[in-house]
């Protein structure tokens, strides 16, 4: 069998892998699929193809208008493979939801013969390497050819005002201080240092990096404002790009600006860039010792793999090479040697496997197993604990089996997940303690897998659940396979061992309460998961008094206390069902609290979803002694970002976050920002009431602490009926 000359690439939110898969496979036509969400960033992603490789043609195919339907996702792929007339075809399940990779490439696997794996792409972003399903066949580097920081802020949205570095630092790196002295004599101290500053740093990475064929460097671009035409939202003093990763380079006079802006300026940086994207900040003046760990304790979340912080004289004595650039700031690129274009897959590479055929398994139930037939369970245990605990309310298995990665948090999770088992069987029941828990055999019936798995081997994953079912089923006892959580080779690793074993692999939908079958489609669970929010909510305890009596000193002045305690008085009154309160201890530790901004301060559960309340102060502290300081729009929608972020890593769709200002200040420029970096689903609007579904878009709500009603009556939601 010939080679592919077609390649169908699965296109998410991050445009990037389906650009790059798009450019590195050898064919000459390109299926760009998609959900109805994302049909503008496939779109983008088209024209950018069409752009660069324009001998090839481009299509972009949307599943619907639900990502998460199986059916509609075999249903399109089998219309492809009909239209191919039995031609083989590339498949890249990189981009997509998780519903929408595990059926598409076990559809692909199906489809071709077996030795088509060879045809069935991963992008590893650790490496930058497609991975082939077949382990005997060598990983590829991909292309970047045409690849440029134009190309990649546009498939992300944004688009440049100009396309010149700023007048000013030309003149100064035409004829130094003189030239820009003579050009703008009435500029203020401040800012001639700051141009000459910007100028240095990039005068200094054109210097190193200048001149080659994959890397480009530009000095201060400033994004299109999508909401004020002739405006900026954001900008950036220099741009790096080596191959296809983005270095972001701020030039900072002052090192104390270096930690106020951090924040923001990589919200933006990764906005414009995608989630890759690295900073650096170069300082003038005396070196700052701890100044990067400034920034961490500032916000923990900016670590020194995402953010580097140099001072310039440092920068330019010690980085006077394109290696030492490239050792310093794309690290996983300088790993092994690479062409500067890798070569693409060859024509002739894959060879016929005489063999052929995918081997049949057993035959799935001919109806999903309910929650009465005892099924066996096996759960992943992914960075969110919340997935395993919901499937097993979910299922109400007979035996389940909770697998964890080497990336995953352990503790507690077999007792929480007997005591979620428990509650879904006996729901009027109050919680068990552990010795409960045992004597009822509840814990004896979840097991927690001794050896953790490596999340990114799919095949190890397999070999794992296939060998405990094996093991542990009885006769035709039914089996569901959870693939909620986890990576998506995991997940499919869980998926391929479901169909090796006549088992049912299911995906949960929390926003609909629901679960969906990749053999019977859509099912409605029955009553509400218990959860074991000690578990999910890492840094909270619960609230037994009002914040403003255990929330004191100046980390009152981090966040607002008394629009949390209104939001959360409202809330909780609001609610049909049980509300649950938890707060965030950093806000009592001496220190801990400068980093509160960054995270809800409050956050609210109703049985199985949890509603965080931000309130970051619109003046606040950089250390624990020093002056209230005001804040810019831009970063007050940036610590709303970070603390939605927070949340959503514990609660996924189950969690959504209510950003609280007071009435009278800028919202109107806040929101935009928030929204601009949250980037909701097109033709949403703008959101007014609390609801799920979209756990990255906050709803920003103005609260008057003094007891004038909520005019949108957000605060009045019942969130135990939603």
């Known amino acids: 069998m010939d080679a592919p000359r077609v390649a169908v690439v699965l296109v998410g939110q991050n445009p990037t892998p389906a650009l790059l898969t798009s450019l590195t496979l050898p064919v000459d036509q390109l299926l760009l699929v998609c959900s109805d969400g994302t049909l503008p960033v496939a779109r983008r992603v088209a024209e950018a193809v069409g752009r660069i490789a324009g001998e090839r043609s481009v299509r972009v195919l949307s599943v619907g208008a639900d990502p998460h339907d199986p059916a509609s996702v075999t249903g399109l792929l089998d219309t492809v493979r009909r239209a191919l007339g039995g031609k083989p075809w590339y498949l890249d399940y990189t981009g997509g939801t998780k519903v929408m990779s595990v059926a598409a490439a076990l559809h692909h696997e199906q489809a071709l013969p077996s030795h088509a794996r060879a045809w069935r792409f991963y992008l590893d972003s650790h490496s930058d390497l497609l991975r082939t399903a077949d ?35 030309r003149r100064f790196l035409s004829g130094g201080d003189t030239a820009l002295a003579r050009a703008h004599p009435n500029l203020p101290e401040s800012e001639r240092n700051g141009i000459a ?39 950036f003093d220099i741009l790096v790009r080596h191959r296809h990763r983005v270095l972001c380079v701020e030039a900072k006079t002052r090192a104390e600006d270096v930690v106020a802006r951090a924040g923001w300026t990589v919200a933006k940086a990764r906005r414009v860039f995608g989630g890759a994207t690295l900073v650096l900040f170069v300082y003038s003046g005396p070196v700052v010792e701890n100044l990067r760990e400034q920034v ?129 069987e006996q729901p009027d029941a109050p919680p068990a303690d552990a010795a409960t828990l045992r004597a009822e055999g509840y ?65 949960q939908l929390p926003r609909d309460r629901a679960v969906v079958c990749l053999t019977h489609g859509r099912r409605e669970l029955q009553g509400r998961a218990r959860i074991d929010w000690s578990l999910v909510l890492s840094g909270y305890a ?89 804040v810019s729009p831009g970063s007050w929608a940036q610590s709303v970002f970070a603390a939605t972020t927070h949340l959503n890593v514990r609660c996924d769709v189950a969690g959504t976050v209510v950003a609280l200002t007071r009435p009278g200040r800028d919202v109107s420029r806040a ?44 605060l009045a939601t019942d969130v135990s009926r939603l």
């Open 135 to 169: 382990t005997a066949r060598p990983d590829h580097p991909v292309s970047c050819q045409g690849v440029d920081l134009r190309t990649l802020a546009g498939v992300h949205g944004a688009h440049w005002l100009s396309d010149r570095d700023p007048e000013p630092v």
């Open 197 to 235: 500053a910007e100028a240095r740093v990039l005068s200094h990475l054109r210097r190193l990096l200048g001149g080659r064929p994959d890397t480009e460097v530009l000095g201060s671009r400033r994004v299109a404002d999508p909401y004020r035409p002739g405006g900026s939202v954001a900008d």
């Open 296 to 424: 961490t304790a500032y916000n923990p979340a900016l670590t020194a793999r995402h953010v580097h912080v140099w001072n310039l004289e440092a920068l330019t004595e010690r980085v006077t090479t394109f290696a030492a650039a490239r050792d310093a700031f794309f690290p996983s690129l300088a790993d092994s040697p690479r062409p500067a274009v890798p070569a693409v897959i060859p024509r002739s590479e894959v060879t016929p496997d005489p063999a052929g055929g995918a081997i049949p398994g057993p035959t799935p139930p001919a109806l999903h197993p309910g929650p009465g037939d005892g099924p066996l369970l096996v759960t992943p245990l992914g960075g969110s604990r919340l997935g395993a605990l919901a499937a097993l309310h979910a299922h109400r298995p007979a035996r389940a089996l909770v697998l964890p990665s080497r990336q995953s948090l352990r503790a507690r999770v077999r007792e929480a997940a007997a005591g979620a088992l428990r509650a879904a």
């Open 443 to 507: 814990r004896d019936r979840v097991r927690l897998a001794a050896d953790p798995v490596d999340g990114y081997d799919s095949a190890a994953v397999q070999r794992a659940v296939q060998g405990w079912i094996e093991h542990e089923r009885e006769g035709g006892q039914p089996v569901v396979v959870d693939i909620t959580t986890g990576t998506k080779a995991m997940s499919l690793g869980l998926a391929r061992a479901a169909r090796h074993g006549g088992a049912c692999a299911t995906y």
């Open 542 to 630: 619960p609230l037994s008094a009002p914040l403003g009596e255990v929330v004191t000193g100046a980390a009152r002045d981090q966040v607002d206390v008394e629009l949390l305690e209104r939001a959360r008085t409202e809330l909780s009154a609001a609610a049909s069902g049980s509300t649950g309160v938890w707060w965030d201890v950093s806000l009592a530790d001496p220190e801990g609290f400068l980093t509160a901004q960054e995270r809800p301060g409050l956050v609210l559960t109703f049985d199985d979803r949890a509603v965080g309340l931000a309130a970051p102060a619109r003046q606040r502290r950089r250390t624990p002694d020093g002056p209230l300081r005001d």
């Open 671 to 714: 929101g935009e920002l928030v929204d601009w970096i949250s980037q909701p689903a097109p033709g949403r609007g703008a959101a007014t009431g609390l609801r799920f579904g979209e756990p990255l878009c906050p709803l920003v709500l103005e609260v008057d602490p003094a007891g004038v009603t909520d005019p949108t009556g957000a």
